[in-house]
């Protein structure tokens, strides 16, 4: 005998399924996540729209060191005289630019890694673990600093160098969400079906560890902008003379009492910046943790 | 039977009802029964019914979300819902305890046996004395038929097998003399064997410590040798209520009626007859008779006025307006199908001498056998006997084996990745688990239509196929845009069934496909698969631990024990007159449903 389905599904009463597509969309619906998110963008339209608004060259001499707000700089000058608004304005743009590449290429990579890991098992996991181990026994700041001081102070090195150390935390957290994923079946049905490992990885399994993917990228996020910002204060950017707020707290930090606009405004900056993100990647974390479909 | 003169150390149930605390929909309405002392009370439901939700506001507790909205629960002659939070506490346990479905997750891990059940004791300060309690736990140790040594008591759940894990619980549960306990499907997990030495557990402890038990499950059989009396639930509502012989032979509900037809025996082979359409989900539930949508026999009355509960016999009831039809055209048994003639010439498949290894040891040896084209080969046995893994090394899911699997006498690689195109499709694989064998972030459209990859479809051919496919498989074709988590599990199942389909294999592997499945929905499926065997000319290979639906199923069976094959051959032949002794064993302990009630009763139309 056949069974009628649509008849069926007649009968039934129309149930209003609210259908969430992704985490993302059901994150917003936090404050938490607006907030973060409005933090963020607008720290980002500052530092990519900035320089056209900044009223002055960022490294012409204008006023004495450390000269207190007036009509003409008004946030005062720097140790040099520069104008701080306008270094502030030109300053986000690399600090920005250099941690989302370097993230995106970390993040990139860990997931890869974590997701081979995770679906091989046996000693291609473990090798590709104590691999990430000997990595991480590192401190990130550390690694950074052996390697910037031994070839210098080039952005491509600092990208590579923060990308390097992001990597095996990803590879850590990503593994570790789909361990549990690639044990159902349906990771057995595209075996059976002869389908790729990488078609595995990309189709199957990634999209079902994309909360864990997106709270890993935000936090990653935020200490990749911590890490490059410390490194420019301890004085490897690669041109310390261009305006970057990582310098700009290292180079006028002895004047906090005297002109505390100059170190404050940008250490203010990175620091709403973390928040901001952090916030995002809470916000995330929580809608995540409610979505998972592969509830049984 | 009434409890008020039963010394009121029994259970009574007026007009309970629970609701989604969010919405004030109702999950259980008006539900109302009563236990007696050493008495089994078997609450009979699907999955969604609310019978396990009814199950625990005997416990006065409330799920997640949940609330307990209005009726009574009288145990031992203690109004459990006037209690307050400490009352409940105390009387949870010593008035009314728990036994839980997993064993596993309910004993913790890092005790001892022992302390578990002098713990149970202690809280309620039951005995007065140390003394007292230890020999209680030796007493309830012999009662649920365990060793009562200190040495046994002084081990830890993950030295026990799942049966003694669900000992311990049920000895915990009686421990303290409660008077009724509440158990909620304690034997879904176990094998045949340990299922029928754990119900007759139950029921010897019950009635030796003259306590009341409901039952919990949706498992026809096991309830028929279990208990007294049985009470059907649907869509939240006691719909019949009888004592055991009654609802098994004549049952009055048209419900209860399609329900046991769905079950299959083992005595002989018929088709299973599936309830079309689905339970009403609690917000949807319509205000007539619940069951009226799927109902063969509903006049327009039906649909209009809730049927109060009439008496149908002596301690019978049913909510029904059509009471004399049901019984008169509803059979609970439907006819012996004609069995498929396979096509004996050739096996399609063969296996032989396979050897398979989980690193270096060996858990099938030299297992062979062959399943020719329309015939369905059933791969029966207890859970590690290798029957699955058997299943995986055709599939070429599992790498690790020796021995030679041909398929049109072309020999297999082992692993799925060193196959051709041609092998792949020709072998598909159906998962036991619906739940984990669809990917749930993608659509079923996408799911389905995957193997077809291995066949360079373009994409208008590929659309096509899907909606034939879904088709086929009586989903309609708008479901390939849904997700799987909108499905239900026999919905799902389907969708799998489907995407093995659809690249027209010529050998499906399926791997316990019905287990996760409510009886109705099993039906529903085995009769798909027969079709399908039928029509597309499909040999299957059916790895099942259930013996009465290989006779539904099944041409030949193979009984595999500890990674051998003990005995094949074919069905009748395996199922009435079993060789070997580990057959036996599991024919007899195998649940049967003690039905006799072959042809509608001419009788109760009068």
């Known amino acids: 005998m056949t069974i009628d389905l649509a008849q069926t599904i007649a ?47 960022p490294s012409a001499l204008l006023g004495r060191p450390y000269q207190v707000p007036s009509p003409g700089l008004p946030l005062g000058a720097d140790y040099l005289g520069q104008d701080v608004l306008s270094r502030f304005l030109y300053g986000g743009r690399s600090i920005l630019l250099v941690s989302v590449i ?10 890869l890694i974590g997701l081979w890991a995770a679906l091989s098992k046996g000693w291609v996991d473990n090798a590709l673990l104590r691999g990430t181990d000997i990595l991480l026994a590192f401190p990130q700041i550390l690694l950074a600093l052996i390697v910037i001081a031994t070839v210098g102070p080039k952005t491509w090195l600092i990208v590579l160098t923060v990308a390097l150390t992001t990597l095996p935390r990803t590879v850590r957290v990503i593994r570790g969400a789909a361990t549990s994923v690639v044990e159902r079946e349906f990771v057995d049905a595209a075996r059976a079906n002869g389908d790729s490992q990488l078609r595995i990885a990309l189709v199957e399994v990634l999209p079902n560890v994309i909360g864990a993917l997106g709270v890993e990228t935000t936090f990653r996020l935020t200490y990749a902008v911590q890490l490059i910002a410390a490194l420019a204060f301890l004085g490897f950017a ?31 900056a990175i620091a709403l910046l973390t928040v901001g993100v952090g916030l995002v990647g809470d916000g995330i974390a929580r809608a995540a943790a409610g979505i998972d479909r592969g509830t049984s | 039977m009434s409890a008020a003169d039963d010394g009121g150390r029994a259970v009574r149930v007026e007009g309970l009802r629970i609701e989604v605390a969010a919405s004030g929909h109702d999950i259980v309405t008006d539900v109302s029964f009563e236990i007696g002392r050493g008495q089994v009370l078997a609450l009979v439901g699907e999955s969604g019914s609310g019978k396990t939700t009814a199950a625990l506001a005997l416990l006065a507790h409330e799920r997640r979300g949940v609330r307990i909205a209005g009726g009574r629960v009288t145990v031992g002659g203690v109004d459990m819902f006037a209690l307050d939070k400490r009352g409940r506490r105390d009387a949870r346990g010593k008035l009314v305890s728990y036994v839980p479905q997993d064993p596993g997750t309910a004993l913790n891990p890092a005790r001892r046996i022992g302390a578990h059940l002098i713990e149970a004791l202690e809280v309620h300060d039951w005995g007065g004395s140390d003394q007292r309690r230890r020999e209680r736990v030796a007493e309830m140790m012999r009662e649920v038929s365990l060793p009562d040594d200190p040495e046994f008591l002084r081990r830890y759940p ?7 894990q669900q000992r311990v619980c049920i000895a915990m549960a009686f421990a303290c003399q409660p008077a009724v306990v509440v158990l909620d499907e304690p034997t879904t997990g176990l094998d045949v064997t340990t299922q029928a030495h754990v119900l007759a557990t139950i029921r010897r402890i019950t009635s030796a410590e003259g306590a009341a038990a409901l039952y919990v499950s949706h498992d026809l059989s096991v309830v028929s040798s279990l208990a007294d009396r049985v009470a059907v639930m649907y869509a939240g509502r006691l719909v019949e209520q009888g004592s055991a012989e009654t609802i098994f032979t004549a049952a009055a509900h048209p419900y209860t009626r399609q329900l046991i037809a769905a079950v299959p025996r083992i005595e002989v082979a018929r088709s299973l007859a599936a309830i079309p359409g689905r339970a009403p989900s609690p917000g949807s539930r319509p205000p ?16 209009e006025r809730l049927p109060e509960a009439a008496v149908v016999g002596p301690g019978h009831t049913a909510r029904c307006l059509r009471i004399a039809e049901s019984k008169a055209t509803l059979a609970t048994t439907t006819p012996a199908p004609i069995v498929a003639g396979a096509d004996h010439a050739e096996g399609i498949v063969r296996v032989g001498g396979l050897r398979a290894y989980y690193g270096d040891s060996e858990v099938v040896h030299d297992v062979t056998f062959a399943v020719a084209r329309r015939e369905c080969l059933a791969l029966v046995g207890e859970s590690g006997s290798g029957k699955t893994t058997v299943s995986r090394c055709v599939a070429g899911l599992h790498d690790g084996w020796d021995g030679t699997v041909t398929l049109h006498d072309a020999e297999l690689p082992r692993s799925a990745r060193h196959r051709t195109r041609a092998m792949k499709r020709d072998i598909q694989y159906i998962f036991q688990n619906p739940y984990g064998s669809l990917n749930p972030r993608r659509t079923v459209g996408q799911s389905v239509a995957r193997p077809l990859a291995l066949l360079g479809e373009d994409r208008r051919t590929v659309r096509k196929q899907v909606a034939g496919i879904l088709e086929r498989v009586s989903l309609p074709p708008q479901y390939a845009a849904k997700y799987p988590d909108e499905l239900s599990g026999g919905e799902r199942q389907r969708v799998a069934i489907a995407r093995a389909l659809v690249c027209r294999p010529k050998v499906l592997l399926c791997d316990e496909v019905t287990s996760a499945l409510d009886v109705s929905v099993q039906a529903a499926i085995v009769t798909l698969l027969r079709e399908l065997q039928e029509d597309l000319g499909l040999s299957i290979l059916f790895v099942t631990h259930n013996l009465p639906l290989v006779r539904s199923i099944a041409q030949r069976v193979a009984v595999m024990q500890d990674g051998r094959i003990v005995e094949a051959g074919s069905v009748d032949q395996v199922l009435e007159r079993p060789e070997h002794d580990y057959t036996r064993r599991l024919l007899a302990d195998a649940p049967r449903l003690s039905d006799a009630d072959p042809a509608p009763d001419p009788r109760a139309v009068s």
């Not at chain 1, 993302?24 to 607008?42: C, D, E, F, N």
């Not at chain 1, 310390?240 to 203010?268: D, F, I, K, R």
């Open chain 1, 11 to 57: 009968n039934e009463a129309p149930a209003p399924v609210v259908r969430t597509r992704g985490v993302l969309r059901r994150s917003l619906r936090l404050w938490r996540t607006r907030i973060g998110l409005a933090i963020t963008v607008a720290l980002v339209l500052v530092a990519i729209f900035g320089p056209y608004f900044a009223p002055h060259d």
């Open chain 2, 158 to 164: 993950h030295q026990l097998s799942g049966g003694q």
């Open chain 2, 288 to 303: 007539g008779c619940p069951f009226e949508p799927r109902c063969a026999i509903r006049i327009a009355e039906c649909r």
């Open chain 1, 102 to 111: 370097s993230t995106v290429l970390g993040v990139g990579g860990g997931v």
């Open chain 1, 238 to 268: 690669a041109n310390p003379n261009e305006p970057n707020w990582g310098t700009m707290v290292s180079q006028n930090s002895s004047a906090l009492t005297l002109q505390p606009n100059a170190p404050l405004v940008p250490a203010v």
